[in-house]
Structure formats: C-alpha cells, structure tokens
C-alpha cells in the first residue's frame, strides 16, 4: 500500500498541539500530504504561520467521504470520537492506519500498543501481519517502561511495585486550568487578611479553611489538588484496584508480549505539578547483580534515559518535574539497592506525560509506516 494522505484529527487538544509540535520540530511534515480535521474549526483554513506549512481548508471530522480518502488516520480526539468513528470506517471498508493517542482500543485484540524504542519488534510483526491498529499506551506505563527499559532487555524484572505521582495533565487541559486556578483561589484568600505576623499554624488553618470551602473551584476534580492530593485516579476496577493501577500490569505485558506476565501493582496518586509524571518503584530481580552492572544497563538502553547519580545535590536539580517538564528526557535516579534484599532495586523517575507518556509515540509511529 503505497502511503500518501495523512488526516489529523484533535490537532487543536493539549495532546494534539504537543504532536504538532513535534512533527514541526522533526519535519514530518514532509512525508506527505497532510488534512487537518476537526469538530468545531471546518472550513476555516491553516496557513504556513502555523507549524510552518499551509494546510489548506480544515475538513469535518465526522466527514466518512473525507475520512476513508486518507491512507493513515492520526487522531488525538479521545476515545468517545474514536469510539464512534473507528467502527464506522472499518464498516466502510476503510484499510487505512489507524494511529491513536485515546485509550479506547489499547487492550483490543487487532490493537498494537506502541512504543518503538521498547516493542519496535512488536511493531514490527504486527506490520507484517498486516495490521493497521496502533495506539498510544498509559502515560505511566509509558514512561516507566522507558525509564528502566535496560533491565527489561535483559530479562532482570520478576516483579514491580509502583506508587506514581501523576500530574494534573494526564487528567486534561481543563484540569490543569484549574489546579492553577485553585491555587489562585488560595492565594487570593490570603491576600485579603494576610498578616506577615502570623504563625505558620494560623497561615496553614486560613489555607485550609480556603480549599475546603465552596469558593474552590472543583468542577473537573471534584475535589482540593492544590495543596493537597488524590489518591485514586480514574474508575474503581476489581481487587481493589483503581483503573489506571490495572493499565500497570494489562498494558505493560501487552507492549512487551511477555510469554509468562510482570506482575506490575501499586498505587496511582494525582499531585499538584501541572506536566510531569513522577514515579517510584520497587523492583524485584530475578538475580542479584553489583549495582554498577545494573546502572550500566540502565544508563544505555536508549538515548533519553538519563540516569542521576544517587546523591541528594543533583536529585534535587535534575530529577525533578521543574527540570523534565517540556524535554524528552526520561530522569532515572535513586538508583540503590534496598534493605529488602540484594534483588530488590529502588529507583525513581520522571518524565514529561505528553511527550513520551502521550504525542511521541504516535508521531515515532507515523515515521514508522513511511520508512
């Protein structure tokens, strides 16, 4: 099949304005002809002053016509358009690629999970299979997989215990709006009886008595983030588990194509940092190795790992979401083994959710089909 129209779909979404970024940055957009789509925007026109290149008119996203005229369909809409849209298509008789950033079809059988510089073999067999479905992964999952890809190459991990740190943009663009406009809210309130002279107790009662009241806004979280957390993120699933914790352990044993499955658990929390994902882990080994034969797979699996020395100095200046946020740099660090035993490794990491956790994927894919 000889690729040419490429349609883009949500391009005007967080996610979506991070791709074509990425696309300007990379210059994907020479690889051939490509149709913006949208929702809301049709028949307006994107001239060069955007991403660098003229567009055209933007077309209707539920067009079919329009649609089904496209060799790959690349869309950041989320899942209620693609679950909608997909179907119809493929009952059309459309035999285009589908590449997808919502999490509707991740766990579908005819779906390839995608994360080329982990799974490029898995990519690879699907192509040759003759699959046409690819989808980006869990941010987290996406990002952990990354970050300790070297001990996963050599077959090291018996098992992974998670407890992430996940920021409001994993939630969406509205979220992150108003994490910010919680803070605002506090900040707000103090100002209007602030007393420099008062006691770090009495400033913590005035912050609280703010982010418990009714002023805060909490249409999208339902509840305080700014300075506070959530310790539950999307649906309650089985064994107690909430749905993101369950992506853990289905969607890393789907990117890898595990033989026998990595147990993968833990707990997802929401915190009040706007881009990052953060995460620590506890990983137990299926052999003791010297610790500097450990970093050293650690530090060459891929060339976005940067692994940070053990020492508190440059932790705090390096793996952090302040020093992350907006690179493709995957911080590794706290690397040390536990008091647990000699097989059980600690680490954390860090990484930007809409980058590597979100638009990379998808745009690496694209390149994928071209080359």
């Keep these: 099949m000889q690729l040419k129209n490429i349609g883009i779909v949500g391009w005007r979404g967080m996610v979506g304005q991070v791709l074509m970024e990425r696309m300007q940055a990379e210059n994907d957009f020479s690889l051939g002809e490509f149709t913006l789509f949208s929702a809301s925007a049709t028949g307006r026109s994107v001239s060069g002053k955007m991403y660098g290149r003229d567009f055209g008119k933007i077309l209707d996203a539920s067009d079919l016509n329009a649609l089904k005229k496209m060799d790959v369909i690349l869309t950041c809409q989320g899942g209620d358009y693609t679950k909608q849209y997909y179907p119809m298509l493929k009952r059309e008789g459309w035999r285009g690629f589908w590449i997808d950033a919502a999490s509707a079809l991740r766990m579908e059988k005819e779906a390839t999970i995608i994360l080329d510089p982990v799974n490029m073999h898995v990519i690879k067999s699907a192509l040759q299979r003759g ?5 980006g992964g869990n941010c987290t999952v996406s990002l952990m997989l990354m970050a300790i890809q070297g001990l996963f190459k050599a077959n090291l991990v018996e098992w992974i215990s998670t407890m992430t740190y996940q920021a409001a943009s994993g939630a969406g663009a509205k979220n992150m709006e108003e994490l910010v406009a919680q803070y605002d809210c506090v900040g707000r309130g103090l100002q209007k009886n602030l007393n420099v002279a008062q006691s770090a107790l009495e400033l913590e009662k005035k912050v609280t008595g703010i982010i418990r009241s009714e002023e805060l806004p909490h249409e999208h979280f339902g509840h305080p983030l700014a300075y506070s957390l959530l310790p ?3 649906s309650e699933y089985e064994m107690g588990q909430s ?18 499955p990595i147990p993968v658990d833990g707990t997802c929390v929401r915190v009040g940092v706007l881009r990052c ?12 190795l010297p610790l500097s034969e450990i970093e050293g797979m650690l530090r060459e699996a891929n060339p976005w790992v940067k692994l940070v020395p053990n020492k508190k100095d440059l932790t705090l200046a390096e793996l952090t979401p302040a020093a992350i946020s907006g690179t493709l740099t995957l911080g590794l660090g706290r690397v040390r083994k536990m008091r647990l035993g000699d097989s059980f490794l600690n680490a954390f990491t860090s990484g930007d959710q809409l980058l590597w956790g979100a638009a990379e994927p998808l745009r690496r894919m694209l390149r994928i089909l071209f080359e």
């Design 131 to 135: 699959e046409t479905t690819f989808v």
């Design 232 to 234: 539950w993120i999307d």
């Design 243 to 260: 749905r993101e914790e369950w992506k853990g352990f289905s969607e890393t044993n789907k990117i890898l194509q595990t033989t026998k």
């Design 277 to 288: 994902h953060s995460q620590g882990l506890t990983i137990k080994l299926n052999q003791n």
